[in-house]
């Protein structure tokens, strides 16, 4: 059964940077396309980064371009999520998205890690 496990969440001051790295495993496929959400206390969940497997292909929200990077290592299914310039409003659960095509688009979701910045 395919599992995603997330680590690196954790508390940090503003300004400060933090690492996520989330892994596949259970899986015999390589996944096409993985990435991270967040979701803050009321709001809804949110895309912060999107990468395909190859590495060439990414997306940001608009609020983290030029402060996260997202990388891949497609082999192992293991996506990471490199976090500068933490700012009080990236205070969030981060979930990592695993997404793989069938004959539909198929998502594996893990169980989220709490990042919170103080300011």
């Known amino acids: 059964q395919e599992q995603l496990v997330e680590s690196g969440g954790g508390l940090v001051q503003a300004g400060g940077s933090l690492r996520l790295s989330c892994a596949a495993s259970?899986?015999?496929?390589?996944?096409?396309?993985m990435g991270w959400y967040r979701q803050a206390p009321g709001k809804e969940r949110e895309l912060v980064a999107l990468?395909?497997?190859?590495?060439?292909?990414?997306n940001y929200a608009d609020s983290v371009k030029g402060r996260f990077t997202i990388s891949i290592d497609g082999a192992k299914n293991t996506v990471y999520l490199q976090m500068n310039s933490l700012q009080p409003e990236d205070t969030a659960v981060y979930y990592c998205?695993?997404?793989?095509?069938?004959?539909?688009?198929?998502?594996?979701w893990g169980q989220g890690t709490q990042v919170t910045v103080s300011s």
């Open positions: 259970g899986t015999t496929f390589t996944m096409n396309a």
């Open positions: 998205d695993a997404r793989h095509y069938t004959d539909r688009w198929n998502d594996y």
């Open positions: 990468i395909a497997s190859s590495g060439r292909s990414t």
